[in-house]
């Protein structure tokens, strides 16, 4: 069944509902005394139609779930099934071009076994097709029918529908926190699979990484040692590229709202804010074949022996240029935030304006600026083209910024897109990486958290 029908036929009921609710609350408000009843006829209306649409959604949802699965054990126990494989990959690819041909949407080459079994397949999908508008049908008559028996000129229509309104704004704020609890659960589970073959304290202090997807037999923990990547990711995101974007974007912010004319700021900002636009694999090109060779380049000028082409001090430049509209548009907002009275009454006091931005502004608008901050690590440390492009992949544990190295979430992508099996150490690596890059990133929230709620309660 196409997902319109369903949608198509559930807005329709609805909206029949919802004119006949509001006739009939309408005929209430006409005959009560001084023309008051207990809710406007709208509230009427959108309480009927409210019991039409969401039971029908809800159980061409459930239907839509297990329809496909009643199908197929239609087809299985027709004649034209007996040929059938027991099971395999032939199997499989048999009834799902069958069921591509029931549907209308099958290739110019054919399978006779799947021919045969297109009929049953047609046959077995308008059945319960129809099974399931039937009952679609009888649930909207139900909802409808238990909405207009409470309709009455008494009824507090708009408390019901307010509270129906206060549980999907319940649902849409659940659906973030059980998506992260969810991603949560998946990470523990497979970083838990991944330990119990690869000891956590080989996987946390160990310096080598070299895991191998294809090796059989006994797992090597020597091989899934961390720190280098761990040390990329912080070298990279956290160190070189917020040495360029803090500064960088604390002064743009700084000049824009306490310096720049009204018409350069016009223009500057938004101008600014493009960077934020730029996709990162533009980023990625500008650092492999711009910034790459020129600090090779530079470095073989003043006399360094064999530069890498891929650093990470190209990488760490250009993400930190990436970062800067994140750390300026926060700062910006927050400077200009601070109230007017603050900043007159410094300068009432005989301070100039850059006493004033230093110890007035600044620190009155630090919980947005540390909120800007976090929020440019956050994208610094998941960060992975511009790392794949101008870093390379190679997991070195080094200080030189001349060197290559790789970050986390670059290994996490080669893990995961390699050819091992799911199951193997390899791929179940880039679930611990994942838990504790997860771990890493709500440690630095709540340290964020606490400096704003210092800084807040010290200018509140």
């Known amino acids: 069944m196409s997902p319109a029908i369903p949608l198509l036929l559930a807005i329709g009921l609805g909206l029949a509902g919802w004119l006949v609710a509001r006739a009939r609350a309408w ?25 039409i649409v969401v039971p029908l959604i809800l159980w061409f949802l459930i239907w839509n779930g297990i329809s496909g699965q009643l199908v197929l054990s239609s087809v299985l126990a027709s004649p034209e099934a007996q040929s059938l494989p027991e099971f395999g990959l032939r199997r499989d690819s048999i009834l799902i071009e069958a069921r591509n041909i029931a549907e209308g949407n099958a290739g110019l080459s054919m399978n006779d076994e799947a021919v045969a079994l297109a ?11 129809l099974i399931g508008l039937i009952v679609g049908l009888l649930i909207g008559g139900a909802g409808a029918a238990w909405a207009f028996l409470r309709l009455k000129p008494d009824f507090a229509a708009r408390t019901k529908v307010e509270r129906l309104v206060l549980a999907a704004l319940l649902i849409a704020s659940l659906v973030a926190i059980l998506t992260t609890f969810g991603i949560l659960v998946t990470l523990v589970y497979e970083t838990i699979l991944f330990f119990g ?17 294809m090796s059989t037999g006994s797992v090597d923990g020597d091989r899934y040692g961390a720190i280098p990547l761990f040390w ?42 493009i960077l934020a636009g730029v996709p990162t694999v533009v980023y990625g090109y500008f650092a492999a074949l711009t910034i790459a060779p020129a600090i090779r380049d530079i470095a073989v000028t003043l ?11 190209a990488a760490g430049l250009v993400m930190g240029v990436m970062i800067i509209p994140f750390v ?8 200009a935030a601070v109230p007017q009275a603050m900043r007159d009454g410094s300068l009432a006091m005989g301070a100039t304006t850059n006493e004033t931005i230093r110890r007035v502004l600044v620190p009155a608008a630090l919980p947005g600026i540390v909120g800007g901050v976090m929020l440019a690590i956050s994208r610094a440390i998941g960060e992975t083209m511009i790392v794949v492009m101008a870093a390379s992949t190679a997991a070195n544990l080094s200080a030189n910024p001349l060197e290559s190295m790789t970050t986390v979430t670059v290994q996490i992508v080669a893990l ?11 791929t179940l690596a880039a679930f611990a990486l994942g838990f504790v890059l997860f771990m890493v990133t709500l440690a630095l929230n709540f340290i964020a958290l606490r400096v ?3 800084f807040r309660e010290a200018y509140e």
Do not use: C
């Open 303 to 313: 006399g360094a022996s064999n530069p890498s082409s891929e650093s990470a001090l």
């Open 197 to 213: 073959k690869v000891s956590p304290i080989d996987f946390l202090f160990g310096t080598q990484w070299n895991p191998d997807p």
């Open 119 to 129: 009929e049953p397949f047609r046959q077995a999908m308008q059945r319960y097709d």
């Open 328 to 335: 300026s548009s926060m700062a910006d907002d927050s400077i």
């Open 232 to 273: 990329g990711t912080l070298f990279i995101g956290a160190i070189i590229a917020m040495i360029v974007a803090i500064p960088l974007g604390m002064m743009s912010a700084i000049y824009l709202t306490q310096y720049a004319p009204a018409k350069m700021r016009a223009w500057v900002k938004p101008a600014l804010e």
């Open 416 to 426: 995961l897109t390699g050819e091992g099996s799911f199951d193997h150490p390899a």
């Open 452 to 454: 704003v709620k210092r």
């Open 27 to 51: 005929t209430f408000k006409r005959s009560a005394p001084e023309g008051r009843i207990a809710a406007l006829p709208s509230y009427h209306a959108w309480y009927a139609a409210l019991w």
